[in-house]
């Protein structure tokens, strides 16, 4: 398929433009980003994402400091940590690997990071800073959709866009930056009726679903662009053999012939996650020196 976004290549190009911009902050000014990436408890997932996160923080140059926590780890010791991150200059990033373990408040925790430091953008203060159009921490997942997008597609003025999804982390933020773009959105969700007729009008379609292969051709509009966030773990006969396998949201195979654009899974929104991550984490870098913020568009 010709219509493939290579995620994986893109934020190949991204992470370029990070350590460049990593080089000069450290040349001129004496200042290396830093990171610090907190997982609490033993999930699988989470230990790879964060494995990932500090190793390609050292690949474009930056710090990277990781603090393992136990599972058992009380709300007390967590937020005195992220305290003592707030106040560390070497820091510039602080980042607490999610989902938590249940008896830690997740929103109380994210609340707990400085703003001008919450390279997740989750923190109340970014999310209505990004609501209203100002200057923020954007999301890496959504930002990295956008990335894409402008780079496929130049100027998203007046596009139809159809966002699946309305979570905090990836549907909401991506239907305000798209705003932002001047797109007319429409978020769809689980209690939306027609929701096929509602995706096969959009001129982008953004599936943050987690439903594997939801999205089939006869939803989708002739010369669409498509976006698909989800991750599904799913078993399928491969030339004869059961085997495990990632999909998206989107079934890939219905798209040929039919899309603009499509992002694979994987090798499209997820490598643009990291290294928005890392993006972000060289912005907040640039801010803490009063710097005007590095350009990665
Ligand atoms: P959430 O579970 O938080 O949100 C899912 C959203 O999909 C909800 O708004 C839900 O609606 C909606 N939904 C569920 N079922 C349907 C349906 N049948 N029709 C329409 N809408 C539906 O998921 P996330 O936003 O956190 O993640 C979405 C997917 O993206 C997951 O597969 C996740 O693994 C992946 N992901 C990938 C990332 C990456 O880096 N590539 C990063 C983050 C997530 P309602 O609100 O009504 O319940």
Redesign the pocket.
Known sequence: MNEIIDGKKFSQTLRTKVKSYVHIIKERYGVTPGLAVILVGEDPASQVYVRNKGKQSLEVGMNSYEYKLDASTSSDVLLSLIEKLNNDVNVHGILCQLPLPDHLNEKAVINSIDPKKDVDGFHISNVGLLNTGQKSMIPC?PLGCLLLLKDRLGDLSGKNAVI????N???KPMANLLLQENCTVTI?????EN?ETICAQADIIVA????PE?IKREWVKPGATVID????RVTKNIDGYEKTTLVG?VCFTDMAGLVAGLTPVPGG??PM?IACLLANTVTACYRSQDLSDPEFT
């Open positions: 997942t699946v999804g309305r979570s982390i990836v549907g769809a969700h689980s209690r939306t929701i943050a679903v987690g439903r939801m966030v989800g991750i599904n949201d929104v997820g996650t």
